[in-house]
């Protein structure tokens, strides 16, 4: 007959007891709030009919775009280049690998934060022969003040929420046992970012006047925040 092996693993804590009850709350906030930046998309189309002069043409036109851009000065945060192609066409009949025409496109984003000068230069960039301009994009920087008010918020509302279910026992709190982000302790889900409203200009050919700027109204940002919290009360009198 074997004998029992006892148990070695710990007992299990006690989520409170009878001298140091416990009060588990969540906290949240809600805020919403003015953009910081706006991104736009740019994209710089050329063809011709051999490789050379499509991207002569391209070459001639991405360096006005950028420097229409950089005229802006401090009201541009960020100006970065991003994907480049040169692409044949070839024809749709006939044998052999014969080209018709070659294809040259140059994708450029741009971040602002003078939101009056962006619409300028939106309805300025959409009025170049060929080129194409999407967004904007509004967003908040990643150590915007917004997102620690939102934190603070939501700690403040846990704390109210804990005093007001000890004070419904005719008691009061004693201690912060625990606070934490929701999922702190697991891999929190991945959230995509809420798109921005999205203004598309197309390829369009130069106008004999520029035209008057867009209107462009800011989108308003949501920021969410929630936390867990865990405090300890004086034993109520039940």
Same mark, same amino acid.
């Given at each position: 007959?074997?004998?029992? @092996? ?15 009850? !416990? @009060? ?5 906030? =809600? ?5 910081? @930046?706006? =991104?736009?998309? @740019?994209?710089? *189309? *050329? /063809?011709? /009919? ?50 018709? +025409?070659?294809?040259?496109?140059? !994708?450029?984003?741009? &971040? ?11 309805? /300025? ?6 080129? =194409? ?23 403040? &509302? ?19 046992? &625990? ?17 921005? =409203?999205?203004?598309?200009? *197309?390829? *369009? ?11 462009? &109204?800011?989108?308003?940002? !949501? ?6 919290? /865990?405090? +300890? ?6």
């Amino acid at each position: 007959m074997t004998a029992a @092996i006892p148990d070695a693993s710990p007992p299990a804590v006690p989520y409170g007891t009878p001298e140091a009850p !416990r @009060i588990a709350v969540r906290g949240e906030a =809600r805020l919403e709030v003015d953009p910081e @930046i706006a =991104r736009i998309g @740019i994209t710089v *189309a *050329a /063809r011709g /009919r051999d490789r050379r002069s499509a991207l002569d043409d391209l070459t001639r036109r991405n360096a006005g775009v950028l420097d229409l851009v950089k005229s802006y000065g401090d009201a541009v945060e960020r100006l970065e280049t991003g994907a480049f192609s040169i692409t044949p066409e070839l024809t749709k009949h006939g044998r052999g690998e014969r080209v018709r +025409t070659y294809h040259g496109s140059v !994708r450029v984003t741009a &971040e602002l934060t003078d939101f009056t000068a962006l619409g300028e230069l939106t309805t /300025r960039l959409a009025d170049l022969d060929l080129t =194409r301009v999407d967004g904007p994009w509004w967003a908040l920087r990643p150590d915007s003040p917004a997102h620690r008010e939102a934190r603070k918020q939501a700690v403040h &509302e846990a704390v109210q929420r804990a005093r007001e279910y000890a004070e419904a026992l005719g008691t009061s709190l004693s201690a912060l046992v &625990e606070l934490a982000d929701i999922g702190a302790e697991s891999a929190p889900p991945a959230y995509p970012q809420a798109p921005g =409203r999205m203004r598309s200009a *197309a390829f *369009a050919g130069a106008a004999e006047d520029t035209p008057a700027p867009l209107d462009l &109204e800011p989108q308003r940002q !949501r920021v969410h925040a929630q936390i867990n919290a /865990r405090f +300890t009360m004086v034993p109520p009198q039940l």
